[in-house]
């Protein structure tokens, strides 16, 4: 799909859901090699922003560069 000023939130949309989707999957292939005995950690510290009422943070780890990969890849498929 080409990127018009139409598309533009559907193009934010499939990026966010694919990172999302990307720091999720990275997260338990990390569990699932701690229980297998292998220690590794690539994820950075906690990101995101702190309203009283409502926080939202996200830990950034490789799965996140990749869903943001693949949430480009995605979109130009369509």
Do not use: C, H
């Amino acid at each position: 799909m080409k990127l018009t000023k139409k598309n533009t939130r559907s193009l934010l949309t499939v990026v966010i859901l694919a990172m999302a989707a990307g720091t999720f999957f990275w997260a338990v292939i990390e569990k699932i090699l701690n229980m297998k005995g292998i220690g590794i950690s690539l994820s950075t510290g906690k990101i995101g922003f702190d309203i009283q009422v409502l926080s939202v943070y996200m830990e950034v780890n490789p799965g996140t560069a990749l869903g943001i990969i693949g949430g480009f890849f995605l979109f130009k498929g369509l």
